[in-house]
């Protein structure tokens, strides 16, 4: 158990150091709270800059709408510490 909550918490400490990777996040958590994050994923799954396993990384973060509420917490918790 111990384990898993350390790899969580390197997982969301890696995403809020990252400004790009952490704006998405905050983006794909804010969409998600509106309901709006699937008409956001359906652009993403049609760009062609992006490679198919990103697209399913972030279609399958996309389905966890609990770890995006966790990163936008983590990430306005920390803030002031970083």
Known sequence: ????????????????????????????????????????LFELQHDEELDDATKGMLAEIADDPTFLLAVEDYVQKTQIAH
């Open 1 to 40: 158990m111990l384990a898993a909550w350390l790899n969580d918490l390197e997982s969301l400490e890696a995403i809020s150091q990252d400004d790009l990777t952490r704006n998405l996040f905050l983006k794909m958590a804010s969409l998600s709270q509106k309901d709006r994050l699937r008409p956001f």
